[in-house]
């Protein structure tokens, strides 16, 4: 049988054959710059390899050569690395001074300028808004200032007066003072009617009475409670406001109903008025009638029950204060013609209780609506306007001599 034949790593090559490379170069299989196999034969004297169609190594002498670009490549590496290296080392210095030693202002700055701070603003939010106004040369810097203060985190929202190129420092400690802030606080005390509210709000807030006017028209706009009927009067609540730049009327009447809101969330205004055989509504009337109606507030629960056991009596409950209401006026004692207005707040002609609220009512009002005294009084009389006295009976000639002793008060001027 003929000898079999030899063969090679790889099917059609004989061992040691090379194969071409792309370079028209040969090495062996899959390195394409190593160097060139020897080949087969005596080492005694040079060989010259031969590649496929007889061309001849380019060196002509013999000995194995290294391709250039192997050489050239670790070279390279190292020039780029130093390069980056250099390039990173510049990059890396200027972030660090940018980090912990920003650009920063030297004074207290210049000139006027307005900032808000908004609600749930970090450091960081606060610093791009100050650097974006010129307040401060670097987010960086107030942020440092920030973690470096004893209070980082009081930031308060609201408006601040401050100044162009402060040191960042010094406007961190600036936001946290309250005399930078600019606001209005506005009391609004209880018993007022809505009528009065937007004139005092028109007053003191830096907002026209007729821009609140034109909010009350849109009643809609205020988020008043479901019960409210879509009327603000008696859901107004008294308290003090602060009134901030660019807040419009609107927006003031909506904060004051939803303090509102709050504090008769914060009592159970709904479970605890149907758990009097009350609805939200007829109790927020009810504390209105006794605001009006009382001098001191330690007699506010016994007005309430006076109040009641007229309604369980079906007796009119026969309270200036709504006929006042009804005629747009004011004052202790109806006369006799103000008694005749035709009004469903006239609780001289009618029955129950009136439409609505006739006033804003505070805390121990609602309190009282709620939580009454227990007793049989079917009359009060504030017998001294000026000191709140007040008189309770449950007999209609001794209301008749109370009527008559607050006559008289009133006449010598008290």
């Known amino acids: 049988m003929p000898a079999a034949e030899q063969t090679g790593p790889f099917p059609g090559r004989g061992a040691g054959q090379g194969f071409r490379d792309g370079y028209g170069d040969t090495g062996d299989e899959g390195e394409g710059y190593g160097w060139e196999p020897e080949p087969p034969g005596d080492a005694s004297g040079p060989i010259v390899p031969m590649g496929p169609g007889g061309r001849r190594n380019r060196r002509g002498d013999g000995r194995p050569r290294r391709r250039g670009r192997r050489f050239s490549a670790p070279l390279i590496a190292v020039l780029v690395l130093a390069l980056f290296l250099s390039g990173g080392g510049i990059v890396g210095y200027h972030f660090l001074r940018q980090y912990l030693i920003p650009p920063d202002y030297s004074g207290s700055g210049y000139g006027s300028v307005i900032v808000q701070v908004k609600q749930s603003q970090t450091a960081s939010d606060v610093a791009r808004t100050l650097y974006g106004m010129g307040v401060v040369a670097s987010t960086r810097a107030f942020v440092n200032a920030a973690e470096q203060s004893s209070r980082p985190t009081a930031l308060e929202p609201g408006f601040y007066r401050m100044h162009r190129h402060m040191k960042a420092a010094l406007a961190f400690d600036l936001l946290l003072n309250p005399g930078a802030r600019i606001q209005l606080d506005v009391t609004i005390p209880e018993g007022l009617r809505a009528s009065q509210i937007v004139t005092t709000l028109g007053a003191k807030s830096g907002i026209s009475t007729a821009a609140y006017r034109a909010a009350l028209a849109d009643p809609a706009a205020l988020g008043l409670p479901a019960y409210a009927g879509g009327k603000p009067e008696g859901y107004l609540f008294p308290a003090t406001y602060p009134v901030e730049p660019r807040m419009t009327a609107t927006d003031v009447l909506r904060a004051m109903v939803r303090q509102f809101d709050a504090e008769a969330a914060r009592i159970n205004l709904v479970g605890v008025a149907r758990s009097v055989n009350l609805t939200p509504a007829e109790a927020i009337v009810v504390a209105s009638l006794v605001q009006a109606e009382g001098g001191r507030v330690a007699d506010f629960p016994k007005i309430a029950r006076v ?90 000639a001794a209301f008749v001599q109370l009527r008559a002793e607050l006559e008289q008060n009133l006449a010598h001027g008290g």
């Not at 005629?327 to 002609?349: D, E, F, K, M, R």
């Not at 805390?363 to 009359?379: E, M, N, Q, R, S």
């Open 307 to 396: 109040i009641y056991n007229r309604l369980a009596a079906n007796m009119p409950l026969q309270l200036d204060s709504t006929v006042m209401y009804a005629l747009h006026s004011y004052g202790i004692l109806a006369t006799n013609q103000q008694l005749q207005v035709s009004s469903p707040y006239n609780t001289y002609q009618h029955t129950g209780l009136p439409p609505g609220p006739i006033d804003s009512p505070g805390d121990a009002a609602v309190h009282a609506a709620l939580h009454p005294d227990k007793g049989t009084w079917l009359y009060f009389v504030t017998v001294n306007p000026k000191t709140g006295v007040t008189e309770f009976t449950s007999s209609y």
